[in-house]
């Protein structure tokens, strides 16, 4: 006897591209949210290298991905690849989330700065962004992502430091009057001025340097977050915490910006809760 139920006419497929691709964390969250929607969908990582790029994104709409991520260091490459970017993508200069449409053309959009937002909102859910200036340390892709949104949600003026100081002058070229460009040596001072610090570049990684930056200017009340989110807790959230500041981990950014590209391939729109957190620290 047959069976009568009917399976889902095409399997919706997705997943993450990048180089090296195996410490990624999206595919746990994507696969957390499909179990957890019933949603009959694959998310997969891929490592890509970049001579095969453009040849692999024209080919997986053709097995049935309807949508990507991507990760470093692919982010800026697939700009020249995509038919269409969106503002927001543009101004980053990067994407990390591709929609294959049914037209054939590819989409391409920065959740990023989404996701930051998210995250700051949901950790810090009294933090005001026209109640003051805000810190940013880094200079890198994650930085203009960054820009981009608090900008964009209106923050008066942002502070921004960076070991190599001309990196940071092009973020104030690219972003405006809005942006101040602080020597490294004066990182700390502007921790003093600000409602609102946020690390940015990879300093306090497992495996990377150590940040360096004095953080005695840390006031009470301060909203400190860190996009590192191994560890957990950075010594710039330790440090923090003992300061009586309002820190938020940079786990959240990474769940949250992966909302509206699950929303766009599978259908439902994923909740951020204790369960996503608890499936990818798993």
């Avoid at 139920?5 to 591209?17: E, H, N, Q, T, Y």
């Avoid at 101004?91 to 920065?110: E, P, S, V, Y």
């Avoid at 004095?214 to 590192?228: E, F």
Wanted: aromatic share 6%; proline share 7%; hydrophobic share 45%.
């Amino acid at each position: 006897m047959s069976d009568m139920s009917s399976p889902p006419s095409k399997i919706p497929l997705a997943g993450v591209i990048g180089a090296p691709i195996a410490h990624s964390k999206s595919p746990r969250v994507h696969r957390h949210w499909l179990t957890r929607y019933g949603v009959q969908g694959f998310y997969i990582p891929m490592d890509v290298s970049a001579p095969n790029l453009r040849e692999v994104l024209q080919t997986l709409p053709k097995a049935g991905f309807v949508g990507v991520n991507i990760t470093i260091p692919h982010k800026e490459a697939v700009l020249d690849i995509a038919d269409l970017i969106t503002d927001r993508a543009t101004l980053i200069g990067a994407a990390n989330t591709l929609i294959f449409r049914q037209d054939g053309k590819i989409h391409a959009d920065n959740t990023d700065g989404y996701g930051f937002l998210e995250n700051l909102k949901a950790g810090a859910p009294n933090w005001v962004p026209k109640n003051g200036p805000a810190a940013v340390l880094g200079a890198g892709g994650a930085a203009r992502a960054v820009l981009a949104s608090l900008l964009e949600a209106g923050v008066p003026e942002i502070m921004i430091s960076n070991r190599t100081r001309v990196r940071a002058e092009k973020l104030q070229e690219d972003f405006g009057n809005r942006i101040t460009v602080v020597d490294w040596v004066q990182a700390g001072n502007m921790m003093e001025q600000a409602s609102l610090v946020v690390n940015t570049s990879s300093l306090g990684m497992v495996g990377k340097p150590d940040m360096r930056v004095p953080l005695d200017g840390l006031k009470k009340g301060t909203v400190v977050t860190d996009l590192v989110y191994t560890p957990l807790k950075t010594r710039l959230l330790e440090v923090a915490e003992e300061r009586g500041c309002i820190t938020v981990d940079g786990l959240g950014m990474l769940l949250h910006q992966a909302v509206p590209g699950f929303e766009r391939w599978f259908g439902p729109r994923p909740v951020v809760d204790d369960a996503t957190r608890a499936a990818v620290l798993g």
